[in-house]
């Protein structure tokens, strides 16, 4: 009888911290966003000496772009001329938002180039004229820490990083709309306008 009420007592317990760590980690888990389900997508583009991040805008396209649109001022080629291309953004951090689905490709402007890994992407060849791609989920937690090449690629290897944050999903869509904002303002001091 002893033994009974002991296994069932260890049972119950067993039980009881089943319970509790999978409603904390479901409750963790709830702080969901747009891109807990459907994935943020961002093209990674790699160039002698530096990391170029493209976000589609709230539309969730890209706008297009091609190489004979680079220029010093647009170094991925975006077509300005595209309706798609209106609101996305460039960066030259990674920033994304805890807990995201995420899809990302990565190719290089000049040479081969390739990231680290970090804790939401991991270590890739950047392949000039091949866009690979990678699937990935963002922690849980907000983190950041350093997006470097590892791939000698020049003089000014040391100098290719950046920064990767993953930040609360409001403090994602405030860095989006900064960005944006930035980007029209870049937009109308070019055609002289305010």
Not at 46 to 69: C, R
Request: charged share 25%; net charge negative; aromatic share 12%.
């Amino acid at each position: 009888m002893k033994k009974l009420v002991l296994s069932l007592g260890l049972i119950i317990i067993a039980l009881g911290i089943y319970l509790f760590t999978d409603y904390y980690f479901q409750n963790r888990k709830t702080n969901s966003h747009r891109y807990t389900q459907s994935p943020l997508k961002v093209d990674i583009y790699g160039k002698q000496f530096k990391w170029i991040f493209h976000y589609p805008g709230n539309d969730g396209f890209f706008g297009s772009t091609s190489g004979a649109l680079i220029t010093e001022e647009n170094e991925i080629g975006l077509d300005p001329n595209d309706h798609w291309s209106k609101d996305d953004i460039i960066a030259y951090e990674f920033v994304v938002p805890t807990n995201a689905k995420l899809e990302t490709t990565l190719t290089s402007l000049d040479l081969i180039h390739a990231t680290i890994e970090t804790p939401i992407h991991g270590k890739h060849d950047a392949i000039p004229g091949f866009k690979i791609p990678m699937e990935s989920t963002t922690p849980l937690e907000s983190i950041s820490g350093e997006f470097a090449c590892s791939q000698l690629c020049g003089k000014g290897h040391n100098d290719m990083t950046t920064t990767y944050s993953v930040v609360s999903y409001e403090e994602f869509e405030e860095w989006m709309n900064k960005q944006l904002k930035k980007r029209k303002k870049v937009e109308s001091a070019e055609n002289g306008t305010k």
